[in-house]
């Protein structure tokens, strides 16, 4: 099976060069031989990258630099690539994006993966993913199997059905000013799967310790440490 950029139901695949067009610029960036299997986003803040409709990247592996205002997460296919943000990527929405097989590495703070119909029309998924390497802080995943996503451990934590253990978070005397935060979890939208946050950080902007915020934590029938 052929590795590198592929139009989606045929087309150009492979090659080299950057394809441009559209309505505010649509900008690709890629190798010139695709056996090289590295494929590279490298943009200036004045720059947009979109990744839309019928762009497949197969085999790749994918260093991005843009920034979370220039890097638009539209209907891509990316399969058994890797994906690393060389730059904190903040409330970037990959509802759209069909990841299968792929790693994800960098920081991620407020992003969200799977389907949200609420979100987008076009079905996106995640399926046999891998995130152990990736810093998760406040994201969260629609509508996807558990079993098929990696998740980052401890001092990441991942409340699984959030809606569904919603009493028993509320119940939960939290350190510090923690409950504040876990009560919006525990609001999360119909569809999240699984709500993924960081307690290095949590312990630090509500006043706790992150021995304390675990023990707390243990107590959530679907949490994982």
Not at 3 to 18: P, S
Not at 21 to 31: A, K, L
Not at 101 to 116: I, K, M, P, R, V
Not at 119 to 146: I, Q
Request: aromatic share 10%; proline share 4%; charged share 25%.
């Amino acid at each position: 099976q052929k590795r590198g950029i592929e139009r989606e139901g045929g087309g150009w695949r492979g090659g080299g060069g950057v394809g441009g067009g559209g309505r505010g610029g649509v900008i690709f960036f890629f190798n010139d031989t695709a056996t090289t299997e590295i494929y590279t986003l490298s943009l200036h803040d004045a720059l947009p990258i979109f990744l839309g409709k019928g762009l497949v990247l197969r085999g790749c592996r994918i260093t991005s630099r843009a920034t979370s205002k220039n890097l638009v997460i539209g209907p891509v296919w990316i399969i058994e690539s890797q994906f690393e943000s060389k730059v904190t990527l903040k409330n970037n929405n990959w509802c759209r994006a069909r990841l299968h097989n792929t790693s994800f590495l960098g920081h991620y703070a407020g992003c969200d993966f799977g389907w949200w119909p609420e979100y987008a029309a076009e079905k996106g998924e995640v399926v046999a993913c891998d995130f152990t390497k990736a810093s998760l802080e406040g994201c969260r995943f629609f509508n996807c199997s558990v079993e098929s996503v990696d998740l980052p451990r401890w001092p990441f934590f991942s409340i699984v059905d959030p809606q569904r253990v919603a009493s028993e978070i509320k119940s939960i005397r939290w350190p510090g000013d923690c409950g504040r935060r876990m009560r919006l979890i525990a609001e999360s939208p119909k569809g999240v799967t699984i709500s993924c946050q960081n307690a290095t950080a949590l312990a630090r902007k509500y006043g706790c310790t992150e021995s304390d915020l675990r023990a707390a934590l243990e107590r959530i029938p679907e949490v994982r440490l």
